[in-house]
């Protein structure tokens, strides 16, 4: 079930409503049902695997606490647990990679990141971070909580697992905050996102014929494409997890604002970011062994980060890309914080062409594919009326205002100034106005409905 | 006023000035060929004494301005392209609710669609079902058509409309009028057909027209489709509610498993005792002059369809002639506009051959100076000429190789128009015609 869906429409009042009408102790069980169920939407056969990890991954807790003072004990655990979660996702995800393997598995939807938050929280269990959970429905639906199920956020189980004990109340200030959140990402979605994705897919599918310009323009277009897609869905589950009272981890701070591509990266993909720095990256030694130590584990977590992104070579090579970068950017010590206008603006620049170019890379179906779109970037632009972009002039142009207003609203928020909170604080009849406009642009102007194929979210692949 | 009294009544204002929004987005952005097609359905519905389903053959074929102009019949064409039986059946009992006819014309083409409603057709299937008012008729209709993956965009057609946004025009936010042509729909032929590949589109005609082969009426499909009970379930309902029934297949070039289904009709005029006019035999129409394509007639042959389906009409039921009648006006006024649009675009036509199909017209009186006899040694040109039914002249001394003159009878209103003919020998698949007026 997709958050652009009708079915999502009825399915999520539904679920708040009973989730509120309900006696406290049944709640989580409810929200269980209703994650599953939007879940095996999906497809009903793979709610197994989810269940498989969920109790692997319950019971390796249990009997890490149990272990005790028990070192050797708690990590057979840990081992057990990340060595069969690991499995399934390497069997579901990367086994046709292998040569000669062909078990041509359908996709797992949202496996990357479920596998991921079960792990997450065996890791924290082992440190002793949190105490092992009992209650099995709890836990379950920290696994699988809807929102925020099949594309992240990716949240620690320190972070999560105490809300699902903490009674929520229904409270008009979070259903409104969520409600304006969930607007917003419906707006970078549906009139952004996919609007992008018609040039992206028109030039990228026939890369061959396109050259400079068009090629520029389509690089671009994508990495606005994907981070209004992704962040789209991000900030819907927010939305959809403050109105029923609880706090997911924001996943995107501005990315493209980033001077530099560390800093892009503390910016984009936070979740998985912070994951990978905090179970990865410093068990790996961080950068406590040295500089030469430290760049090897850089290029490490973007390598793996890149893999898990999709198995295939070309996001291996987009992930290496954007480690080169940041050891490069740690060589010529670039990774400064800029003061000046001019230095931020330059840095700015040149890091989203630097994240823009390792894009291409994430887009193109093969490493081959990219460099063709590469080099025809590279050559000059023969201007053809044949050669569309796939939509037309007053599309472009709303696409270009939509475009705009993110930047504003980006900006606004690096300056820590936020819309939806100036929103709430306006005349009840301007907001009621304002919302309701908000509501009719996203309908009338968002992709969605009958006619177009509703655009699965980029990220659910993962 | 209290906190929750002042946040309970933001929702409420929000959600007020939301469906005011949506309700304008909805009627601004939504398609408006299907208000024109059917707005006189609902405006008039008591007038119609005839109502006609069925697909593209009928929708051009059978021409309510046409059959009020020879029998005075009041007619109202429900038929549209791609139609199948399943969505006459339902279009007819939403009619039904409106209109209280005395006979109903049944175009049995689509027998042989084996479903339920063409999906290649949506958008025609669209123009009936987004303007039929919410009843238990429509409702029914939902349950028994629509897959899942349809309901929605039928349900909540803005779903499916609101991407026009970027195309809208002004006419968009005016009141639509209606099409002037009682569901019938003239403009998708005349004019367009016959352009500068008109003599190879003519021959290829000819060499399908040359295989049409008509099978013995004994020789009937086995195995009867879903479209066989929809078919009957028309009848049943016609009947119930004391509805004469006329089966009709419009003359068309019909394949030898096309023609099984229609011969399979006659069992079925046989058991509910209903006429059945097969076009396949009959004579009414010029093969040679008629068609828009192998299937399609085009306005000479929508003209002598007509005639002929209202001659029979009058002849085998009891319909009276309304010319004449009050409140019934606006049918001379749309026969008028509608013989202007057909008028406007003979002028428009820049090929000979279309000029000559749009100059067969019962209100045209027209004349043809022809430069060389030996261009009517053209089996096709002077099927086309033969077909307008006019005296032609010969005069060497003419500078054009064509001349036509064309005056409505309507109007008084005149235009000539001559051609010459610039390369290719006398031969309709090499020779082209330039007009000049």
Not at chain 1, 126 to 149: K, M
Not at chain 1, 257 to 280: A, E, M, Q
Not at chain 2, 25 to 41: E, Q
Not at chain 2, 388 to 412: H, Q, R, Y
């Amino acid at each position: 079930m997709l958050f652009n869906s009708f079915g999502f429409l009825l399915f999520f009042p539904i679920t708040v409503i009973f989730y509120f009408l309900l006696p406290n102790r049944s709640r989580n069980v409810w929200l269980l049902a209703a994650s599953y169920f939007f879940y095996m939407q999906w497809s009903a056969v793979h709610i197994l695997l989810l269940m498989f990890s969920t109790v692997i991954s319950f019971v390796s807790g249990i009997l890490t606490e149990k272990a005790g003072n028990d070192t050797k004990q708690k990590q057979l655990c840990v081992l057990g647990s990340f060595s069969i979660n690991l499995f399934v996702l390497f069997v579901f995800k990367y086994a046709n990679m292998l040569p000669n393997v062909s078990l041509n598995l359908v996709a797992v939807v949202g496996i990357s990141f479920y596998t991921f938050q079960a792990l997450s929280y065996t890791m924290d269990v082992y440190r002793g971070d949190i105490p092992a959970e009992h209650n099995f429905i709890t836990y379950a639906l920290f696994v699988s909580f809807f929102p925020q199920l099949v594309a992240g956020p990716i949240e620690k189980s320190r972070d999560f697992l105490p809300q699902l004990k903490t009674e929520h109340k229904f409270d008009y200030d979070n259903a409104r905050e969520g409600f304006y959140l969930m607007l917003w990402g419906y707006f970078i979605k549906l009139c952004i996102a996919d609007r992008a994705s018609v040039i992206v897919n028109r030039i990228f599918d026939n890369v061959s014929s396109y050259n400079g310009l068009y090629i520029v323009i389509a690089a671009v277009m994508f990495a606005v494409q994907i981070y209004c897609d992704f962040a789209g869905y991000s900030i819907i589950a927010l939305g959809c997890a403050k109105f029923m009272g609880f706090k997911l981890t924001e996943n995107f701070d501005a990315p493209y604002l980033s001077t530099t591509v560390s800093d892009f990266w503390r910016r984009w993909h936070i979740s998985l970011t912070s994951w990978f720095r905090d179970y990865l990256y410093i068990p790996l030694g961080g950068s406590r062994n040295g500089t030469c130590r430290k760049y090897i584990n850089i290029m490490i977590v973007l390598l793996v980060s890149g893999l898990w992104h999709g198995a295939a070579i070309n996001f291996t090579v987009w992930g290496g890309l954007n480690g080169l970068y940041q050891v490069v950017e740690n060589i010529l010590k670039l990774n400064h914080k800029r003061k000046t206008f001019i230095g931020k603006a330059v840095g700015g620049f040149f890091t989203f062409v630097m994240v823009d170019i390792a894009w291409v890379f994430f887009r193109a179906k093969s490493c081959r594919e990219a460099l063709v779109a590469l080099r025809n970037l590279l050559s000059p632009t023969v201007f053809d009326h044949s050669l569309t972009f796939g939509i037309g002039r007053r599309q472009m142009v709303v696409l270009i205002l939509c475009i705009f207003v993110l930047i504003v609203s980006d900006i606004f928020k690096r300056r820590g100034v936020c819309f939806r909170r100036k929103l709430m604080s306006l005349n009840p009849v301007i907001r009621a106005f304002l919302v309701a406009s908000f509501i009719a642009f996203i309908l009338l102007v968002g992709v969605w409905g009958a006619g177009f194929e509703q655009a699965a979210f980029i990220y659910f692949q993962f | 006023m209290s906190k929750n009294k002042k946040r309970g009544l933001t929702v409420i204002l929000t959600l007020v000035f939301f469906v005011i929004m949506l309700m304008g987005m909805m009627v601004v952005t939504r398609d408006k060929s299907g208000i024109a097609k059917n707005k006189d359905l609902y405006t008039h519905g008591n007038d119609y004494d005839v109502l006609i389903l069925g697909s593209s053959h009928s929708v051009m074929g059978i021409l309510p301005l046409e059959l009020w102009n020879h029998n005075g019949i009041t007619s109202y064409n429900l038929a549209n392209y791609g139609q199948s039986l399943g969505v006459d059946y339902w279009v007819l009992r939403n009619a039904l609710r409106y209109t209280n006819p005395k006979v109903v014309v049944i175009d049995v083409y689509t027998l042989f669609f084996d479903e339920k409603y063409s999906v290649v057709h949506l958008p025609y299937l669209h123009q009936h079902v987004d303007n039929m008012p919410l009843s238990s008729t429509k409702i029914e209709l939902y349950k028994d058509l629509f897959a899942d993956e349809f309901t929605m965009e039928f349900v909540f057609p803005f779903s499916l409309y609101h991407s026009r946004w970027d195309k809208l025009t002004t006419s968009d936010f005016m009141p639509t009028e209606s099409s002037g042509q009682l569901g019938a729909d003239v403009n998708q032929y005349i004019g367009q057909s016959l352009g500068s590949t008109d003599a190879e589109q003519i021959m290829n005609l000819h060499n399908h027209m040359h295989e049409y082969d008509l099978l013995p009426t004994t020789e009937v499909c086995e195995e009867k489709n879903i479209s066989f009970d929809y078919l009957e379930m028309m009848i049943q309902l016609c009947q119930e509610n004391d509805i004469e029934v006329m089966l009709v297949m419009s003359p068309a070039y019909c394949t030898e498993d096309n023609q099984r289904y229609i011969n399979s009709v006659y069992e079925y005029a046989d058991k509910y005792n209903v006429h059945f006019l097969n076009g396949l035999w009959e004579n009414n129409v010029y093969y040679e002059a008629d068609f828009f394509d192998t299937a399609h007639l085009n306005s000479s042959g929508a003209f002598k369809w007509s005639d002929y389906v209202g001659d029979y009409l009058c002849s085998n039921y009891s319909l009276t002639n309304h010319k004449g009648e009050e409140g019934l006006e606006y049918f001379d006024d749309y026969y008028v506009e509608w013989n202007n649009m057909m008028f406007d675009k003979l002028k428009e036509n820049t090929s000979l051959f279309g000029t000559l199909v749009l100059a067969y017209n019962p209100n045209f009186k027209t004349a043809i100076t022809i430069s060389d006899e030996t261009f009517l040694e053209d089996m096709y040109l002077k099927a086309l000429v033969d077909n307008v039914g006019c005296d032609v002249v010969i005069d060497s001394e003419s500078k054009a190789d064509f001349c036509i003159k064309v005056i409505s009878t309507l109007t008084n209103e005149e235009y000539s128009c001559c051609f010459i003919a610039v390369e290719g020998e006398i031969d309709a698949s090499t020779i082209v015609f330039d007009k000049q007026d």
